[in-house]
């Protein structure tokens, strides 16, 4: 007999499944917060729900407490103060595994069915997610609302439909005869069985706490897994409200809430120990090369998922739309900042300049024009501050100071730092803009997260080509894009990034970005470069999560 829940949401899930086929648009979680698709209460309950968790002790009923612990410091400056419960990890990966008994006799059917219903719980903590991810990361209110939760679910929701994809392909049960001639067939029975591998560990990241959270999480937890979050140091609320709606939803459906659990580590020692432990055996992280690193060597006992640092870059070969194709870069440089994993940071430029609707313009008028857009687009103060966000970390003001000082290169368009009138303490920073010539390496060839860009000098077309492709494959990009008007060119670069294996966005003008990527249809990330050793998502995402353990006997 099917699980409740499972009937409940098969129509999301075979949405899901079609949308993952086809690779179209789709989703089931509307990404605009109006009161027409939440409710006309949504946003202020969202907001008081917010509001009520600061000051306040974040109970979770964990085992293995040992104290409270988060320090939370808001870019916009509000104070938060928030304290969530530390567990001793020994005592969550103990009762975790102790949890998985269940959740693996609920049935493949049954796990599919609790993690959409998770989904449509979080779905209405929409607002309350929105509010949590904006001021825990410094994103503006609409992208924090669109990927701290409408597209975070998406991304989980996708990953659930791989898992069930592949689980679905394992039959439960066969009836197995193999013929022997005049003598009697041999007959059995075999039954197949889908157990977790053991603990996931989901080590989540301070810009994208959801987003870059929800696929691991959800492709853990559907194929059989316990899972552990452990939060950013700077993001835990939204993390901490994930898991505490998980629980509920588990303790629900009879299952042992203390199958996702999280883990406040205010030790890089803690994260290490449990990283290592013999009990996790999938490690989903997004982050730095140091510490992305030193999971994929040192913690064998588990299969590693890790998002780490790269060149995002943008070849401009020529043009047809000049103006639409500055504007496009100026959004995506602007966008939060320019603190997400796909926002470019090499533009490349040929040295004799390119062809344009507008005619011929040399390197350094593309430099001063991509600067003058950028200041255009920014000058209305309220939509600077929606766009712009706030600085995530004092590391990454430093990092822009840097850049302004001059030492990165020739500065086109210096950062300004604005005065936010709602949120005063908030640390505001336009974007930086540096002319270089392809030889500068040291400046532009490693990621400098931030609203930090470079115009690299190539030189000429086919030398920008060339530049674009080593640095996918000697650092690593999740996205790669290219304006020509040449068709020879274009196949060109797809053929080097198929060599690169790194996403391709071509001749983008209108509202669409390098540094968006829409669930169900853009997979982020190959696992083919430096930059991550996995997609969000494809079948290889999910399947290495789950065994298929077998039992036969004579009938």
């Known amino acids: 007999m099917s699980h409740p829940l499972f009937e409940k949401h098969r129509a999301t899930l075979d949405g899901a499944l079609n949308a993952i086929a086809t690779r179209g648009y789709w989703s089931p979680y509307p990404e605009m917060p109006s009161p027409k698709l939440y409710g006309e209460t949504a946003a202020a309950d969202g907001k008081a729900a917010f509001e009520a968790h600061l000051?306040?002790?974040?109970?979770?009923?964990?085992?293995?407490?040992?104290?409270?612990?988060?320090?939370?410091?808001?870019?916009?400056?509000?104070?938060?103060?928030?304290?969530?419960?530390v567990c001793d990890h020994e005592a969550l990966i103990a009762a975790g595994l102790d949890a998985m008994k269940g959740w693996q006799a609920v049935g493949a059917e049954g796990r599919m069915g609790i993690c959409v219903e998770i989904l449509d719980r979080l779905h209405k903590q929409a607002f309350e997610m929105g509010h949590a991810v904006m001021m825990t990361t410094g994103q503006g209110w609409m992208m924090a609302f669109q990927a701290g939760s409408a597209h975070a679910l998406d991304r989980g929701l996708e990953a659930v439909a791989y898992a069930w994809r592949e689980q679905s392909f394992v039959p439960t049960t066969a009836h197995w005869e193999k013929p022997q001639g005049k003598n009697p067939a041999l007959v059995m029975k075999k039954h197949f069985e889908i157990v977790g591998r053991g603990i996931g560990l989901v080590i989540g990241c301070g810009t994208f706490p959801t987003w870059n959270t929800y696929p691991g999480l959800f492709a853990a937890l559907s194929t059989g897994n316990a899972v552990i979050v452990k939060p950013h140091s700077n993001g835990i609320l939204p993390a901490a409200i994930t898991v505490r709606t998980i629980r509920a939803v588990l303790a629900e459906n009879g299952i042992d809430p203390?199958?996702?659990?999280?883990?406040?580590?205010?030790?890089?020692?803690?994260?290490?120990?449990?990283?290592?432990?013999?009990?996790?055996?999938?490690?989903?992280?997004?982050?730095?090369?140091?510490?992305?690193?030193?999971?994929?060597?040192?913690?064998?006992?588990?299969?590693?998922?890790?998002?780490?640092?790269?060149?995002?870059?943008?070849?401009?070969?020529?043009?047809?739309?000049?103006?639409?194709m500055l504007n496009n870069l100026a959004f995506t440089l602007s966008l939060y900042s320019g603190q997400m994993c796909t926002t470019t940071q090499a533009v490349i430029v040929p040295a004799e300049g390119i062809e344009t609707d507008q005619g011929h313009k040399s390197y350094d008028e593309v430099c001063a024009d991509l600067?003058?857009?950028?200041?255009?687009?920014?000058?209305?103060?309220?939509?600077?501050?929606?766009?712009?966000?706030?600085?995530?970390?004092?590391?990454?003001?430093?990092?822009?100071?840097?850049?302004?000082?001059?030492?990165?290169?020739?500065?086109?368009?210096?950062?300004?730092?604005?005065?936010?009138?709602?949120?005063?303490?908030?640390?505001?920073?336009?974007?930086?803009?540096?002319?270089?010539?392809?030889?500068?390496e040291a400046a532009y060839m490693e990621e400098r997260f931030g609203p930090i860009s470079f115009v690299v000098k190539a030189d000429n077309a086919a030398g920008a080509l060339a530049l674009s492709e080593r640095i996918v494959k000697t650092h690593g990009s999740l996205t790669v894009g290219v304006y020509s008007t040449k068709q020879d060119y274009l196949d060109a670069m797809t053929e080097a990034t198929w060599r690169g294996k790194v996403a391709l966005s071509i001749n983008l003008l209108g509202g669409v970005f390098v540094n968006q990527s829409s669930a169900f249809s853009d997979y982020h990330g190959t696992g083919g470069n430096p930059s991550a050793n996995a997609s969000y998502a494809d079948s290889a995402f999910v399947a290495n999560r789950f065994r298929v353990v077998q039992r036969r006997y004579h009938v």
């Open 55 to 85: 000051g306040k002790q974040f109970e979770l009923d964990q085992p293995g407490q040992t104290g409270w612990g988060g320090n939370e410091a808001s870019p916009y400056g509000i104070e938060m103060n928030i304290k969530y419960p």
């Open 258 to 324: 203390n199958l996702v659990t999280l883990c406040v580590a205010e030790k890089r020692s803690v994260t290490q120990a449990l990283s290592q432990h013999e009990s996790v055996k999938s490690i989903d992280f997004t982050g730095s090369n140091v510490f992305g690193e030193w999971l994929i060597d040192n913690c064998r006992q588990a299969q590693v998922y890790a998002e780490l640092a790269g060149v995002n870059n943008v070849v401009i070969e020529s043009t047809d739309n000049y103006k639409a």
């Open 371 to 440: 600067g003058a857009s950028i200041e255009r687009f920014l000058g209305k103060p309220e939509v600077a501050h929606a766009v712009l966000g706030a600085m995530q970390s004092t590391a990454t003001a430093e990092r822009v100071d840097l850049a302004n000082s001059g030492q990165l290169g020739k500065v086109v368009l210096a950062s300004k730092k604005l005065d936010n009138p709602d949120f005063p303490n908030a640390d505001v920073r336009t974007p930086v803009l540096l002319a270089v010539d392809a030889a500068d």
